[in-house]
């Protein structure tokens, strides 16, 4: 008997994302829309809506009389947020999480200098209230807590940018520190250097430096290139 609910196209959903994203089921490899079905014991629909997911995120390809063919790495949407979550789960985290932190270090400094240039009174505000934030959790084993004010952070700075484009990897940047934080790829009590640099640089788009707002980005990521070489070499 097949069963369905949201549940189960959630599970069905991750078991297959995350196998995709490990390299179990290589590219060119064809999955039958049945034999899902049956491995998983639910109906034919759950596993369509399933399927029409992951193509729509390009792990997939779907195609009558063929079946549902895997995708090459390079067709992936690196950038889709669970894409990177599922890459984040899997033996290949450390060169993932390197590559993203990288992306970042390409990306946040300029969206700082900016953010400096464009951020309302509300985002300074906003800004240094997640900064206080970030160093009321930085001590006590409050990881969740802080990995909740470095995110609302790092969101802001990116919006604050007034660079649409910018503002919509704020999405990519929750999961790089998510996946960080989850997978022990950081210290046990957060960076105090790095508190203090979340800190001056919500000084300094408040005060409208742009120059400083980048330089402090850019160490910002240069410290935390540095816990994945101890962390995750």
């Known amino acids: 008997m097949t069963t369905q609910g949201p ?11 995350l196998e995709i994203a490990a390299g179990e089921h290589r590219p060119g490899q064809v999955l039958r829309t049945d034999e899902l079905a049956r491995r998983f014991d639910v109906s034919r629909t759950v596993v369509r809506e399933v399927v029409r997911v992951l193509e729509s995120m390009h ?41 993203l ?30 900064a206080l934030g970030m160093v009321a959790t930085s001590r ?10 470095d995110i609302a952070f790092h969101r802001i700075v990116l919006n ?4 649409e484009m910018f503002a919509r ?4 940047v929750a999961e ?15 960076d105090p250097a790095a508190v203090t640099l979340h800190v001056r640089l919500a000084e300094a788009v408040r005060e409208g430096d742009t120059v400083a707002a980048e330089r402090l980005t850019k160490e910002i990521a240069v410290g935390a290139l540095h816990e994945l070489d101890v962390l995750a070499p």
Not at 140 to 149: D, P, T
Request: aromatic share 4%.
């Open 169 to 172: 990897l704020g999405d990519v």
């Open 176 to 190: 790089v520190l998510a996946g960080r934080t989850h997978h022990q790829v950081m210290f046990e009590d957060p």
């Open 7 to 17: 549940g189960l196209h959630t599970h069905v959903l991750d078991t297959l994302g």
């Open 140 to 149: 006590g084993q409050q990881l969740e807590g802080y990995l909740e004010h």
């Open 59 to 99: 792990l997939v390809e779907s195609r009558r009389r063929v079946g549902v063919t895997v995708q090459p790495t390079e067709a992936w949407n690196v950038y889709d947020p669970q894409v990177i979550r599922w890459r984040l789960a899997g033996a290949d985290r450390p060169r993932q999480l390197r590559s």
């Open 160 to 163: 604050a940018s007034g660079n």
């Open 101 to 130: 932190t990288v992306l970042r270090s390409a990306i946040e400094p300029v969206a700082a200098g900016l953010a400096a240039r464009n951020a309302t009174p509300e985002q300074c505000a906003a800004l240094t209230e997640c």
